[in-house]
């Protein structure tokens, strides 16, 4: 999909890419092979010719930061495709008060069929935390950029997260899927254990709070929480690009060719 997006030309919006789609540029490659497009200048169809010329090679070095910052934000589910398997689903909890009264308790992090649970006093610092980051290309989450992503920066300062961000949260809404990460896991059918069901984010400051009091199994039932939060993010990012590639996609496009600089290196 990426290799299919037009929006990061200037002057391009998505009713102009809809319509070179229509025309059949369906992507960089068919647009730049045609002399002339209609409703294009000659100047402009150079000047976008050098643009997706760049593109192309930023796409094949694997520099898709190149991308992030001339893309907007509800487009960052456009880089799910090529970043698969550099991907990093992350979920936080917390003590439930703001950044500036309380503090991070616990980071879910799952990639490639592993997750780590970062726990505050333990294993989480700002050192690891960015360490596991910095392996990832694409960060996915549920409404991270309104919460987790803010709260991360408030309690880390010196966290870098320069990568696209995919929030499921916005994507879902222009899907016309409403609610939380669980009634709309729900609404697609994805499903939790028994014992981790109807339980919700105050549940998990409760348990924090119980395990910090020296309930030892709280701190089980927490991390259990934490890592459905996170691993089912897998299935519902899978679910909600196919329905937006269906319907802010083209009419038909395959799955982008992977970078081999993209390919993971790290163990699984």
């Known amino acids: ?92 909890e917390t003590t439930g008060a703001s950044p500036h009264n309380g503090d991070v308790t616990v980071v879910g992090l799952h990639r490639n069929g592993r997750t780590i649970s970062l726990v505050r006093g333990e294993t989480l610092t700002s050192d690891r935390l960015q360490a596991e980051l910095d392996q990832c290309e694409l960060l996915v989450t549920f409404f991270g950029s309104g919460f987790d992503v803010p709260y991360l920066r408030a309690k880390f300062p010196r966290l870098q997260l320069p990568m696209p961000h995919f929030d499921l949260c916005f994507a879902a809404r222009r899907l016309g899927l409403r609610g939380g990460l669980k009634h709309i896991e729900q609404e697609v059918g994805i499903e939790r254990e028994s014992a981790l069901r109807g339980l919700d984010g105050w549940d998990a400051v409760r348990l924090w709070s119980r395990w910090r009091r020296g309930d030892c199994t709280a701190l089980d039932l927490l991390l259990a929480y934490n890592a459905a939060d996170t691993e089912n993010l897998v299935p519902l990012t899978a679910f909600v690009y196919k329905e937006m590639l269906s319907r802010f996609g083209p009419p038909s496009v395959g799955p982008s060719p992977i970078p081999m600089s993209l390919h993971p290196t790290f163990p699984r």
């Open 1 to 92: 999909m990426l290799t299919s997006t037009f929006v990061l030309l200037q002057g391009i919006g998505p009713a102009t890419e809809r319509r070179l789609w229509q025309e059949g540029l369906l992507d960089w490659q068919s647009f730049l092979k045609q002399p002339r497009v209609a409703g294009f200048s000659p100047d402009r169809k150079s000047w976008y010719d050098r643009e997706l010329t760049l593109a192309q090679s930023q796409f094949d070095a694997g520099q898709l930061n190149f991308f992030a910052s001339r893309l907007e934000s509800r487009d960052h589910w456009r880089f799910y495709e090529p970043c698969r398997s550099r991907t990093v689903y992350l979920d936080i």
